[in-house]
């Protein structure tokens, strides 16, 4: 066979192989499309439709986020907010205290790197990214203690990052709420 022949015969495998390697990613995407329409569908999964921002500069000196209004607030209709702060390694508040069968809306951001929670037993599990307010909403159906470890590795102290989820029932969480006098409720009171 001429050289020429060979340059031809070589040509013509590498366009059957990039027709292969093509149909292969085109197949992929078409899986990939295919399992964010079914789980969108289904399961009714939405990527985050809203984004918010915040300094995490500032944290500690104005804002949302500042230390007396971290903990779990009670809401003109009912519902408790938890504002949380994710730092080097703990959470603050380290123990957070929630009624049984209200609707609770976890409000979190990092005063530094990126760091995780997750609440034992339950399906919660988000990112905590400093410059981002992680919003989720959840009831929890009856007291019971939970561990809410940190699942981002965030440095030499991470396996030690980890706070308390107490839930109590209604009766006793509104009465630690009339008797701590606080703004804003955590175990410690
Ligand atoms: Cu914070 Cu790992």
């Known amino acids: 066979m001429s050289a020429r022949g060979t340059g031809a015969a070589s ?26 329409i079914f789980t969108g569908l289904h399961w009714a999964m939405m990527p985050p439709s809203r984004v918010e921002t915040v300094q995490p500069e500032t944290l500690n000196s104005s804002g949302e986020f500042v230390e007396e209004n971290l903990g779990s607030a009670i809401e003109p209709d009912g519902s408790v907010t938890v504002r949380i702060v994710a730092q080097q390694y703990s959470f603050t508040p380290q123990c957070i205290v929630v009624p049984a069968n209200v609707p609770i809306t976890f409000r979190a951001t990092s005063a530094d790197v990126i760091h995780g929670m997750l609440i034992t037993g339950t399906n919660i599990n988000s990112m905590i990214e400093p410059g981002y307010v992680s919003t989720f909403r959840t009831t929890f159906a009856q007291p019971a203690d939970h561990l809410m470890p940190c699942h981002e590795f965030c440095g030499t102290g ?20 009339r008797h701590s ?5 955590s175990c410690a009171g």
């Open 11 to 36: 040509g013509s495998v590498i366009e059957r192989i990039e027709r292969k390697w093509a149909i292969a990613m085109s197949a992929i995407l078409v899986v990939l499309v295919a399992i964010v």
């Open 158 to 177: 991470h396996q030690g990052m980890w706070a308390h989820v107490k839930v109590i029932d209604r009766q006793a969480f509104d009465a630690l709420e």
């Open 181 to 185: 006098g606080a703004r804003r409720l």
